[in-house]
């Protein structure tokens, strides 16, 4: 579903990612992690076609994100690490708004809307104005943004930070419920080791631009021996 | 199309659920309201001095056109350098600021369609400030008389006017939207397209000291120059033209800054 091959992303002289290549099969949850500034957040944006990379190629259900970038596009939800919402908007305007942009035919709208809504828990706020909502429900209507049109792809840049303990049980929960129905593939950046250890059954660990680990979280505690914290700190210092 | 009509009517809703809408259309609405008052005041007097003259064929040439609304006219697009900036300030600086430009960016949309979209937003803002200054000439056709047969306006330069004051918007629009797609910060679009604007109304003064060839390039460059003969009932092609192409090209600018966004 998803297919990395020798992505490079330099700015000027700086090197944010550097050869990563990695595939995602269709109905897999992936937890792409590494330390602040690894460059999570920038292979997120180069997957979602945000902005281009240097070098390598993408491709999301067998078509290159740089050649037909609109072609992509409808297939990936994507949560930015900072939700994009319109502070000046109310929950159902924004939500009718990006699923317009989605091109959910204007029949559906309002059923769309309420069902992505009711899986990300925003239901009951959707008349209110997003400027005042806390910043863990803004974090749940990017979420339910994302669900719109039910992409194939999730991409989600960490999900879960700004949330307290409770909405993060619920996000985690949701993102499960997402990966067990095998209809999304999703792949999932934190620096939050338990967040993985949760939610995902595959771990590609990135430091300093590259990748240093890509494997099943058992056979990646099997291989080293070590609970996945300490793996953690080996590879992103080594 | 309808990505365009998506995020022009997103635009539009957030004029009004911000006070910007309101605060924008109800100061300006006020000022032209202070304006028509006066002008009709100064109207007043002007009959009755001359009244008072014995002086008959100075009243056959005051008319309401002259007097009010042209003046009004002047007046209303004087007040666009204020009001355009704080339109046009927001559409793309606070998408950068907000993160929200990663949505649009990420959305199956095309850069076209987004500045489309936002431009048709805020030119439907212009329309309206365009078009509310029609109360004015209105209510004196309803309550003045004419000396001669029909209506107590003459209509056909009113009409020329408004389209030229309309036009002259939609340029500031696209003014203020090329720069607002400059920079993250709203503050820094509104200064930097007050003062674009400001010299816009410059122009003129400058080409008055000026002499042969640059003087008529200078002219011809001034946006002013060419909404005052529509103010004036005259309705020129090449007018419009200048107008048309202005803004098509002020588009494409955008456009390309935001194009450019995908491959930095």
Not at chain 1, 205 to 234: C, N, S, Y
Not at chain 2, 142 to 157: F, I, L, N, Q, R
């Amino acid at each position: 579903m998803i297919e990395v091959r020798g992505l490079t992303k330099r700015y000027r002289d700086h090197v944010a990612v550097q050869g990563l290549s990695f595939q995602v099969e269709p109905g897999e949850v992936v937890g792409f992690l590494g330390p602040n500034g690894a460059g999570k957040s920038t292979t997120m944006r180069i997957l979602s076609g945000y902005m281009p990379a240097t070098e390598g190629q993408v491709k999301i259900a067998g078509v290159d994100v740089f050649e037909d970038p609109l072609a992509v596009k409808r297939h990936i939800g994507y949560l930015p690490e900072i939700p994009p919402v319109y502070l000046d908007m109310t929950v159902r305007g924004y939500l009718l708004f990006v699923a317009r942009l989605k091109g959910v035919p204007g029949r559906e709208l309002k059923a769309e809307v309420e069902r992505v809504a009711a899986k990300a828990g925003v239901d009951h706020i959707l008349p209110r104005l997003i400027r005042n909502i806390s910043k863990g429900y803004r974090q749940r209507v990017g979420i339910a943004q994302a669900l719109l049109r039910n992409p194939d792809v999730l991409i989600l840049d960490e999900p879960t930070v700004g949330l307290d303990p409770i909405q993060i049980d619920q996000v985690r929960k949701l993102i499960m419920e997402l990966g067990e129905s095998k209809k999304h593939t999703i792949i999932l950046s934190t620096h939050i080791l338990s967040e993985v250890k949760a939610t995902c059954e595959r771990i590609i660990m990135i430091a300093k631009g590259h990748i240093v680990a890509d494997a099943k979280l058992a056979d990646l505690e099997r291989e080293h021996d070590l609970p996945l914290e300490q793996i953690f700190t080996k590879l992103a210092v080594s | 199309m309808r990505n365009i009509l998506t995020i022009a009517r997103k635009e539009l809703s957030i004029y009004f659920t911000t006070t910007i809408g309101y605060l924008g259309f109800g100061a300006y609405t006020f000022l032209m309201g202070l304006v028509f008052v006066t002008t009709l005041n100064r109207y007043q007097q002007m009959t009755q001095y001359y009244l008072g003259q014995q002086q008959p064929q100075l009243l056959e040439q005051l008319n309401f056109n002259d007097a009010i609304i042209q003046p009004m006219l002047s007046t209303g697009y004087w007040m666009f350098l204020f009001f355009v900036p704080f339109l046009t300030m927001r559409l793309f600086a606070e998408e950068k600021s907000n993160r929200t430009f990663e949505l649009l960016m990420t959305a199956p949309v095309n850069s076209l369609e987004i500045v489309l979209g936002k431009f048709f937003g805020v030119a439907f803002m212009m329309l309206v400030m365009s078009l509310l200054p029609l109360v004015f000439p209105l209510i004196l056709h309803v309550y003045g008389t004419s000396s001669g047969e029909g209506s107590a306006v003459e209509w056909m330069p009113v009409w020329s006017g408004l389209l030229m004051v309309f036009l002259l918007g939609l340029t500031f629009a696209a003014i203020g939207l090329f720069i607002s797609s400059l920079t993250e910060s709203q503050i820094v679009a509104a200064v930097l397209t007050f003062a674009v604007l400001l010299l816009a109304f410059v122009l003129p003064f400058i080409a008055g000291r000026l002499e042969g060839d640059w003087r008529s390039v200078v002219d011809y460059l001034s946006p002013l120059t060419h909404v005052s003969r529509g103010v004036l009932g005259r309705l020129l092609l090449s007018d419009l033209v200048y107008f048309g192409s202005l803004v098509a090209f002020l588009l494409l600018l955008t456009h390309r800054v935001v194009e450019s966004h995908r491959w930095r």
